[in-house]
């Protein structure tokens, strides 16, 4: 039975649809490094004996690292999220560097794992390495001038007054995921509150009363 509007064609319109996923564009022809990185202090002083290093440590030690004239070239092709791996477009200078960042001493020691080709999507099941690879170059990519909170990445520039010292910010969390139509970006739309950013002394100030009219001094004490 064939319909009066010939099928539809007579009726046409166009609508909006909003999607969280988004094919991602890519060479077959590329390639990126996979290395190991082991940052530990040198030498370990005897406060820290046994503490473990915060990722900003980690990150610190990689940045300093990478101004050094051995790997200041290849600063704007790595991606780094703290821990051990780091991922790059182009073969690193491989051993042990010492380098100093404000009152501490780092040992890095940078040593090749794998090399990573993305003709590899084609075969299936996938490498972990190469998505875990592609997440955090993502995940670099996605960092400028934004607050990371787990998956999450929130600008500043959107910030909304909450009341009671509270502000909330507009980010995405985004995940790389492998499907039959090829690599796919999930980016998910969240709204997360933070602290109002000031002065730590003037938000404690806020939360402990009655505080004693030399409160400055004392929580400098205390902070330190």
């Not at 934004?146 to 999450?152: C, F, N, R, T």
């Not at 500043?156 to 980010?171: F, I, T």
Request: include cysteine; proline fraction near 5%.
């Amino acid at each position: 039975m064939q319909r009066p509007d010939g099928g539809g064609t007579l009726c046409q319109a166009r609508v909006q649809l909003l999607v969280n996923h988004f094919i991602v564009k890519y060479s077959k022809l590329s390639t990126f490094f996979h290395y190991d990185i082991d940052i530990k202090f040198d030498p370990a002083p005897s406060k820290v004996s046994g503490k473990e290093l915060s990722n900003a440590d980690f990150l610190s030690a990689k940045a300093e690292l990478f101004k050094d004239d051995s790997f200041r070239q290849l600063s704007s092709a790595v991606a780094y999220y703290g821990k051990r791996n780091l991922f790059t477009v182009a073969q690193l200078p491989e051993g042990l560097f010492r380098v100093r960042v404000c009152s501490k001493t780092y040992i890095v020691s940078v040593e090749f794992k794998k090399q990573l080709p993305l003709s590899q999507f084609s075969e299936l099941p996938v490498a972990r390495e190469i998505l875990q690879g592609l997440d955090v170059i993502v995940r670099e990519a996605s960092s400028w001038s934004k607050i990371i909170l787990g998956h999450g990445f929130y600008s500043p520039q959107s910030k909304a007054d909450m009341g009671s010292g509270v502000v909330s910010m507009k980010g995405t969390q985004q995940t790389l995921k492998h499907t039959q139509q090829g690599l796919v970006l999930c980016v998910d739309y969240s709204v997360m509150p933070f602290r109002r950013d000031g002065p730590v002394l003037d938000i404690v100030r806020q939360f402990i009363k009655p505080l004693p009219l030399d409160y400055r001094t004392t929580l400098i004490f205390l902070l330190i």
